[in-house]
């Protein structure tokens, strides 16, 4: 059975203020974890006033403390962004509060615009070291050696494991090298999904924290009781892509019934083309959807970005998604005395 995770955009919509946002996010993790997902991640975003996750770490401390098995991560921290000193400080300070609980994933993209960059005093040229800042992030949270003079405190030993994100074959290449889990953004870039997926595996090397590869792919996916319904919540988030292209990032809509009276054609195609590996419909629709998307790129996990404009209506897809996914109920998973060892990527 391939693993199912979230990833929570934590939406400020035009009815739901930031601390809103952040509540419902900690209230979809808590009914996660009943309904058999195995993690629940958010993203560093900056300067976008319909997303709540800029301050990463302490959205998590949030989450984690309103669930008590689901694993709870970055997807992710924007690493050029920061000091992996700092990085691991945070981290490892969340692994202590939540031990066995926590993922990094790490992405080299800026999360926001490039005035923003500026704000953040990063320039163009960070990214240029992140496999460095990887290695630097991944020693601190290793045991401190003996006469170490710098030590992450409290992240020393905690060994937080760390998955490496990307949108290209950039991030698939760093992940097999440094032998760690992949994430591949499907969900808003597919182009490159299944040459990055063969990238990752042929050239995977064995290490400390994996010994096979492990991929995980995303996936926009909105179920509802029926086709249409899913069609008709699927309208919030491609206005949100519109608005991308005219740069105007704002709230997040209520759906609407006609799309093509919102987007040009142009937008249409724009948005159509980072969507299109989403999934909308029934159960049964989504159920053979994610079977394909499965059997196309033998992903070990999915995680499902269910982006609906309403709180209920989007708790109601996530637990269709889980029940066309046949994940374990709250029942199983208690009942289960192993974890699985596809899930070593943890």
């Known amino acids: 059975m391939t693993a199912l995770s979230i990833l929570e955009l934590v939406r400020i919509t035009e009815d739901t203020d930031a601390r809103g946002a952040l509540d419902n996010a900690r209230d979809l993790a808590a009914h996660a974890e009943k309904w058999g997902y195995g993690r629940i991640w958010v993203a560093e975003h900056h300067n976008m006033p319909g997303i709540a996750s800029a301050a990463t770490s302490v959205v998590l401390a949030h989450i984690a403390a309103g669930s008590t098995r689901i694993r709870v991560g970055a997807g992710g921290i924007m690493l050029p962004n920061h000091s992996p000193y700092v990085i691991a400080e945070q981290f490892g300070t969340l692994?202590?509060?939540?031990?066995?609980?926590?993922?990094l994933g790490l992405g080299r993209a800026p999360g926001t615009d490039q005035t923003t960059l500026r704000a953040l005093r990063r320039t163009n040229e960070s990214a240029e070291s992140f496999p460095q800042d990887?290695?630097?992030?991944?020693?601190?949270?290793a045991p401190a050696g003996p006469g170490q003079r710098i030590q992450a405190v409290p992240a020393a030993g905690t060994e937080v494991p760390l998955w490496i994100l990307g949108s290209s074959n950039f991030g698939a290449m760093l992940a097999a090298e440094l032998g760690l889990p992949y994430a591949f953004a499907s969900h808003f870039a597919p182009e490159m999904l299944l040459s990055a997926l063969d990238i990752y595996r042929s050239r995977f090397k064995p290490s400390a924290q994996l010994s096979r590869p492990y991929a995980m792919v995303g996936v926009n996916v909105i179920a509802a009781p029926t086709d249409a319904e899913a069609r008709r919540l699927a309208t919030t988030q491609q206005m949100s892509f519109a608005d991308i292209f005219r740069g105007a990032r704002g709230l997040s809509r209520p759906p609407i019934d006609d799309i093509e009276s919102y987007w040009s054609p142009m937008e249409?195609?724009?948005a159509m083309r980072m969507l299109a590996r989403s999934i909308i419909g029934s159960p049964e629709t989504v159920r053979a959807g994610l079977a394909a998307l499965v059997a196309e790129t033998g992903a070990d996990e999915l995680i499902v970005v269910s982006d609906v404009y309403d709180h209920a209506q989007r708790l109601r897809s996530v637990e269709l998604i889980a029940q066309a996914a046949g994940i374990q109920t709250e029942s199983a998973a208690?009942?289960?005395a192993e974890p699985e060892p596809a899930l070593e990527g943890r």
Do not use: N, S, W
Request: charged share 15%; hydrophobic share 60%; glycine share 4%.
């Open 95 to 103: 692994a202590q509060l939540f031990p066995g609980r926590i993922d």
């Open 134 to 141: 990887v290695l630097e992030l991944q020693a601190f949270l």
């Open 268 to 270: 249409k195609a724009q």
């Open 334 to 336: 208690v009942a289960a």
